[in-house]
């Protein structure tokens, strides 16, 4: 059984850094393309950034480019989700995807989901 596990969400005022882990098991984290997404307050789920499973390609959304940084340690089953010069747009609830095969990897079509951690940012 695959799951996935958010951890490292909680407030932190604008301008701030937070780090978010999800933990993996139930499959061979390697062979899979791990995703970040978040969905805000009143708004659909969107894309925050991916890794790849071969070269550790990585994918980011427009509006987190250049704060954002996403990365894997294979040997922890984990994936990191560094998110520094937060911003209140940036609150919203960070959810975890897992897909072995997906392509389009902005796009929610992930196989596997984690339950979320929540992330707030004062003003």
């Known amino acids: 059984q695959v799951k996935l596990v958010e951890s490292g969400g909680g407030l932190v005022q604008a301008g701030g850094s937070l780090r978010l882990s999800c933990a993996a098991s139930?499959?061979?984290?390697?062979?899979?393309?791990m995703g970040w997404f978040r969905q805000g307050p009143g708004k659909e789920r969107e894309f925050v950034a991916a890794?790849?499973?071969?070269?550790?390609?990585?994918y980011y959304a427009d509006p987190v480019k250049g704060r954002f940084t996403i990365s894997r340690d294979n040997a922890k089953n984990t994936v990191y989700l560094h998110m520094n010069s937060l911003k209140p747009e940036d609150t919203a609830v960070y959810y975890c995807?897992?897909?072995?095969?997906?392509?389009?990897?902005?796009?929610?079509?992930?196989?596997?989901w984690g339950q979320g951690t929540q992330v707030t940012v004062s003003s």
């Open positions: 995807a897992a897909d072995r095969t997906i392509v389009a990897v902005t796009r929610d079509d992930y196989d596997y």
């Open positions: 890794i790849t499973r071969i070269d550790d390609r990585t």
């Open positions: 139930g499959l061979t984290f390697s062979r899979y393309v």
